[in-house]
Nanobody
Framework: QVQLVESGGGLVQAGGSLRLSCAAS??????MGWFRQAPGKEREFVAV????????LYKDSVKGRFTISRDNAKNTVYLQMNSLKVEDTAVYYC??????????????WGQGTQVTVSS
């Protein structure tokens, strides 16, 4: 059974940091990504990484602040989030699928983890 399980969300002050983790089980995915969804908004792409880590894409507004990485031995992908802003507040989802920024290109999703950034 394929499962993606996120962890690491929480409440942090603006300027702070959090690291999200997503553990995959059942299969090793070539491409894994992070998306987020704020209340009343569409789910949006944040970052994606390929298996080797040699191909990475970021949403423009998180470039230089967020870093996606993966540990293939643990079948886990991470999202290090630094210099967090209030507008980063959202439920963050891990996903597996294609090397894409579009939600419809991802077939597997985690349950989501809440990230709240206070001012």
């Amino acid at each position: 059974q394929v499962q993606l399980v996120e962890s690491g969300g929480g409440l942090v002050q603006a300027g702070g940091s959090l690291r999200l983790s997503c553990a995959a089980s059942g299969v090793t995915f070539s491409y894994m990504g992070w998306f987020r969804q704020a209340p009343g908004k569409e789910r949006e792409f944040v970052a994606v990484i390929n298996r080797s880590g040699g191909s990475i894409l970021y949403k423009d507004s998180v470039k230089g602040r967020f870093t996606i990485s993966r540990d293939n031995a643990k079948n886990t992908v991470y999202l290090q989030m630094n210099s967090l802003k209030v507008e980063d507040t959202a439920v963050y989802y891990c996903a597996a699928g294609r090397y894409s920024t579009a939600t419809h290109d991802y077939n597997y999703w985690g349950q989501g983890t809440q990230v709240t950034v206070s001012s």
